[in-house]
């Protein structure tokens, strides 16, 4: 069974500095890792996913993850935040099976960014 | 916009109404899904469809029954719900690869559904 673990419910930052909302993963093949956020009475959005390749990817507005397969993580990262990023990020796994459409999700993270 | 739109966007109903809540996708997907998302818990998948054919039903109770006429759209429809069914209700959809697991979803607005 595949799970995945975002182990903050809230994470506040203030506007300009670094921002990294974590996610770790467990799976028994290899996984393809996805960001996704929600801002209020919206649906997700996709961020950024991780494949195959560099373990650096980078996604839209200025957001990154990082692949770490020895810790399995796949923490979300911005260098620098603004107010605007403030939503519920989703980090989400899925394995390649015969049921390879599933996805997992994690229970989200609250971002706040503050003047 | 992400392609996808569901509507309605609220809906109260009472445990012995019957509705629907439909979606569509105007990107061409051949992969569409409902998810179930309650707050402080994970987004539940409920139902997924592979060219209008149902591949993956999660133990859903029989009060929610989907439908897919074609590729561009899904519906549930809702019948004799229970107060705990009072969720967020999201669709998605994507294109199906080869490779299956690599493919991105595209999510709807969501509807916000109350039972009273």
Redesign the interface.
Known sequence: AQS?AQPEDQVNVAEGNPLTVKCTYSVSGNP?L?W?VQYP??????LL?Y?TGDNLVKGSYGFEAEFNKSQTSFHLKKPSALVSDSALY?CAV????G??????????TQLKVEL | ETGVTQTPRHLVMGMTNKKSLKCEQHLGHNAMYWYKQSAKKPLELMFVYNFKEQTENNSVPSRFSPECPNSSHLFLHLHTLQPEDSALYLCASSQPTRQGATDTQYFGPGTRLTVL
């Open positions: 995945v393809y996805f996704y009475n919206r649906g997700l959005q996709f996913k494949i989703f899925r394995v390649l099976t049921g390879g459409n599933k996805l997992t999700f994690g229970t989200g």
